[in-house]
């Protein structure tokens, strides 16, 4: 594997954990729509245009957690294949690679965290993407 495809791997693990995120977001916005209630008092009998908009919001949120859970099971398995594949590296290259693309670290919480200066943790996450290409 070259490293350019190895990073497109590793990313694609963080990725995948945003859009979860964002769908999170979404299905709790929808499930706010859901909850929120407004009644107006009239004495004209009226349709029931909310009943519709409860029906949309209801099958919007069912949609949006069927959308959250193939988004989950694909972040699994790209967690599995990139751990797999991180324990075969060497140290500290693998604490590295797991610092950042495993949980999500920034460049500068994993200089922080290896006690680095930031160039020098770049210089080590390229070093450690190239370990990782390797296998």
């Given at each position: 594997?070259?490293?350019?495809?190895?990073?497109?791997?590793?990313?694609?693990?963080?990725h995948s954990k945003k859009l979860e995120e964002r769908k999170l977001e979404q299905i709790e916005e929808t499930?706010?729509?859901?909850?929120?209630?407004?009644?107006?008092?009239?004495d004209m009998p009226k349709g029931s245009p909310d009943n519709d908009k409860m029906s949309k919001n209801i099958a919007r949120l069912l949609d949006l957690i069927k959308?959250?859970?193939?988004?989950?099971?694909?972040?699994?398995?790209?967690l599995v294949r990139i751990t797999k594949k991180i324990k075969q590296v060497e140290q500290p290259y693998r604490n590295i690679l797991e610092l950042r693309f495993v949980e999500g670290m920034k460049i500068e919480e994993v200089s922080v965290e290896l006690d680095k200066t930031y160039r020098y943790t770049k210089t080590l996450i390229k070093k450690a993407i190239k370990k990782y290409s390797e296998i």
């Open positions: 594997m070259i490293e350019k495809e190895a990073k497109k791997e590793l990313y694609s693990y963080l499930k706010t729509k859901l909850t929120k209630t407004t009644t107006i008092l009239s959308e959250h859970i193939e988004i989950m099971e694909e972040e699994e398995e790209n």
